[in-house]
């Protein structure tokens, strides 16, 4: 028998150590939060994804009452980045939420694992890793790419 370990490298931040792009692309996921429809489970995510081109689009989670019918903050972003500029490259995502309270959840929010599918097919469009901000009350986990977080992904069989 072989073992090996899996890990990623995680650089925990304070806001005041992000540059100025990662600080907006933050306050633009923080501020996506307010679009979520979440009335069934009032978890309520933003995510804002800085393209090649420039453009930042955001997204925001969207609740159905038939369940598995909503989706992701991050998927309602990538998708709709993916739709609406096919040739941009995704360059960084931040990914904000507020808990049941309303207030901005203390443990940095991380993606579930079908959105860390669904951003890594776009990460390898990019051809390189995708920055992505997991944002926390007074903290932010910064990752150099989504496949770091994927270990054993799908694209990869
Ligand atoms: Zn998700």
């Known amino acids: 028998m ?28 923080k501020e996506a939060t307010s679009r979520s429809y979440a009335p069934y489970s009032n978890f309520r995510v933003g995510a804002a994804i800085l393209l090649s081109n420039g453009e930042i689009i ?51 929010c991380s993606p579930c694992g079908a959105c860390r599918q669904a951003l890594l097919q776009y990460e390898l469009l990019a051809g390189k890793g995708v920055k992505t901000l997991l944002v926390g009350r007074d903290r932010i986990y910064r990752l150099e790419s989504i496949r770091s977080i994927l270990p054993f992904a799908f694209t990869e069989f």
Not at 2 to 18: G, M, P, R, S
Not at 69 to 80: N, V, W
């Open 2 to 29: 072989k073992t090996f370990e899996v890990k990623a490298k995680v650089e925990e931040l304070k806001y005041d150590e992000l540059n100025s792009k990662e600080l907006e692309l933050v306050r633009l996921a």
């Open 58 to 108: 955001t997204g925001a989670n969207q609740e159905n009452a038939a369940y598995p019918s909503g989706t992701c903050a991050e998927r309602s972003a990538c998708y709709y980045a993916g739709a609406t500029y096919p040739d941009a490259k995704f360059e960084a995502i931040a990914i904000a939420a507020r808990g049941t309270d309303g207030e901005f959840v203390d443990e940095p």
